[in-house]
């Protein structure tokens, strides 16, 4: 248990403590607490929640990646754009190093902006969040008035048009498509 060995003397070094302080906090032979800070440590978890308890973190919090492994920082110069001929529809990826299948993208739509969305696959659901203005969004040429603060969501795979009807106002928002992982097919029967 890699992660929890140098989870633990992250944080007991983090806390200015020697391993004969947190074992004695904890409840445990320092030898113990010794082994626990090995990679190739495998404590109960009785010994993880003493220590979890004397070092005041959570049991996931001493288990988990450390905090540099949690997340990712993406430069504003490597967040890809997709902006329409006459710059009335501009899309920002947010979300380029995203798992498969989650999709989000800050809208901007000028004034008089009236653009086809791209078609997304079978499965697929769409949500559209207005941050600022009131939009419009023709859905299966079905018209819906979305204000700010409002969100919609339909199947993505529905024929859709993202409209800013306002001749003075730009719209910013949100849109999120979650795409589904198609169902397994069953296994031929091998009789």
Do not use: W
């Not at 248990?1 to 906090?25: F, G, I, P, V």
């Not at 030898?31 to 800070?37: I, V």
């Not at 492994?69 to 430069?75: E, G, I, L, N, S």
């Amino acid at each position: 248990m890699e992660t929890l060995a140098s989870n633990l003397k992250r944080l007991r070094r983090l806390r200015r403590m020697t391993q004969s302080e947190l074992a004695e906090r904890a409840g445990l032979p320092r030898a113990t607490l010794a082994s626990m800070e090995q990679p190739s440590t495998n404590p109960g978890i009785e010994g993880a929640v003493a220590v979890a308890r004397a070092l005041g973190v959570t049991v996931d919090q001493l288990i988990s990646p450390p905090p540099e492994d949690r997340f990712t920082k993406v430069p504003a110069t490597e967040i890809s754009e997709y902006r329409t001929d006459d710059d009335r529809f501009i899309a920002r990826r947010v979300s380029p190093l995203a798992e498969t299948g989650v999709d989000i993208n800050h809208v901007i739509m000028l004034p008089g902006c009236d653009v086809r969305g791209r078609p997304h696959s079978h499965g697929a659901d769409e949500f559209f969040y207005a941050l600022k203005g009131k939009s419009q969004l023709a859905i299966e040429g079905e018209l819906v008035d979305v204000e700010a603060g409002a969100l919609v969501q339909f199947p993505g795979h529905y024929a859709h048009r993202y409209i800013n009807p306002s001749s003075r106002r730009r719209v910013e928002a949100l849109s999120v498509v979650v795409s589904r992982a198609p169902a397994p097919r069953p296994e031929p029967d091998a009789r």
